[in-house]
């Protein structure tokens, strides 16, 4: 079983920044492709970015390309989501995934954290 924790989530205005933190327990962390999804209001859940267990390979969802950044560190159990040059259209709740598995678009990943709310203001 792994257990995931968000963090970081907030209101900032368009064009600013936040950084999610998703922290991780209960297994070998560095053994777990980890991925963010995000799901606005009255939308399904959608792939944002994921990243490979060692860190060096990543994936990105078009729609978030060159302003979000996804990275990890194992020796922390945790991964990352680096938000630049925020949009209203940003405006979700923002999930942590992990599975043993490669995570992309259209993965269902075994373990998920609570969420944690990302608003951007026009």
């Known amino acids: 079983q792994v257990q995931l924790v968000e963090s970081g989530g907030g209101l900032v205005q368009a064009g600013g920044s936040l950084r999610l933190s998703c922290a991780a327990s209960?297994?070998?962390?560095?053994?777990?492709?980890m991925g963010w999804f995000r799901q606005a209001p009255g939308k399904e859940r959608e792939f944002v970015a994921t990243?490979?267990?060692?860190?060096?390979?990543?994936y990105y969802a078009d729609s978030v390309k060159g302003r979000l950044t996804i990275s990890r560190d194992n020796a922390k159990n945790t991964v990352y989501l680096q938000m630049n040059s925020l949009k209203p259209e940003d405006t979700a709740v923002y999930y942590c995934?992990?599975?043993?598995?490669?995570?992309?678009?259209?993965?269902?990943?075994?373990?998920w954290g609570q969420g944690t709310q990302v608003t951007v203001s026009s």
């Open positions: 209960g297994r070998t962390f560095s053994n777990y492709f």
């Open positions: 990243i490979g267990r060692s860190g060096t390979n990543t």
């Open positions: 995934a992990a599975d043993p598995v490669l995570i992309c678009s259209g993965s269902h990943p075994a373990y």
